[in-house]
């Protein structure tokens, strides 16, 4: 599963060696790289408090990551299921529940699999 999963895990590999020079922390979780971006960063600097990227979890903040763990390793347990799919289909179901005029996010169901399972 972590081998089809990989070609998104890249992305967020990516992502965490831009941040780490900015004074990111990295610290691994259960098989998960979690980056904690910023220790001050502005509330709404992002439009997001945590996103995942295979196996890669970018949180704005430690306590975010702490606060969302269950939640984003539902991503990235998805991630290990549609694996190189799972960004345009992440995507593509974020923009039929709009067509829709659903919630993009909201209604989006990798997000609510993710609150269910986390029970939030």
């Not at 659903?102 to 989006?108: G, H, I, K, P, V």
């Amino acid at each position: 599963m972590r081998l089809w999963a990989s070609p998104t895990s890249v992305l967020g590999l990516v992502a965490a060696l831009v941040l780490l020079p900015l004074g990111a922390r990295a610290r691994r979780v259960d098989g998960v790289l979690e980056i904690a971006a910023m220790r001050r960063l502005p509330r709404r600097a992002w439009p997001f408090e945590a996103i995942t990227l295979g196996h890669v979890i970018i949180g704005t903040h430690a306590a975010v990551l702490e606060r969302l763990r269950t939640h984003e390793q539902v991503h990235v347990r998805q991630c290990e299921r549609w694996g190189p799919l799972f960004l345009p289909v992440y995507l593509l179901a974020g923009a039929w529940q709009w067509a829709r005029g659903r919630d993009a996010y909201w209604d989006n169901p990798f997000e609510v699999e993710a609150r269910r399972v986390a029970g939030c």
